[in-house]
Nanobody
Framework: QGQLVESGGGSVQAGGSLRLSCATS????????LGWFRQSPGKEREAVAK???????KYADSVKGRFTISQDNAKNTLYLQMNSLKREDTAMYYC???????????????????WGQGTQVTVSS
């Protein structure tokens, strides 16, 4: 079984940037769908960004143009570059993986089977 370990969270002022990292040992991007999700108190968990095994990406409307998902296969690491952060981006961010098909991976409510422990992002005004 693999491990998903997030890092890079923290506190930042609105308008600032953060880069989250996720060590994806055991979940090669060539066969796994990888994604970033977030959840804030009182809200449902939502998919922020995904990348399937074909390299196709999909973003939530709320982060399009501000966030970028990428991966470094040599380092087995998934990234989420977050720019122009807003207070509403404050949440616990989770890295997730699933061995699903490339097309299913990108649908809005696709289920992911493997999760990291999360990293907190707090954006203040």
């Amino acid at each position: 079984q693999g491990q998903l370990v997030e890092s890079g969270g923290g506190s930042v002022q609105a308008g600032g940037s953060l880069r989250l990292s996720c060590a994806t040992s055991g979940y090669p991007s060539s066969t796994y769908c990888l994604g970033w999700f977030r959840q804030s108190p009182g809200k449902e968990r939502e998919a922020v960004a995904k990348i399937n095994s074909d390299g196709t990406t999909k973003y939530a409307d709320s982060v399009k143009g501000r966030f970028t998902i990428s991966q470094d296969n040599a380092k087995n690491t998934l990234y989420l570059q977050m720019n122009s952060l807003k207070r509403e981006d404050t949440a616990m961010y989770y890295c997730a993986a699933d061995g699903t098909t490339p097309n299913y991976c990108l649908i809005r409510f696709a289920r992911f089977g493997f999760w990291g422990q999360g990293t907190q992002v707090t954006v203040s005004s």
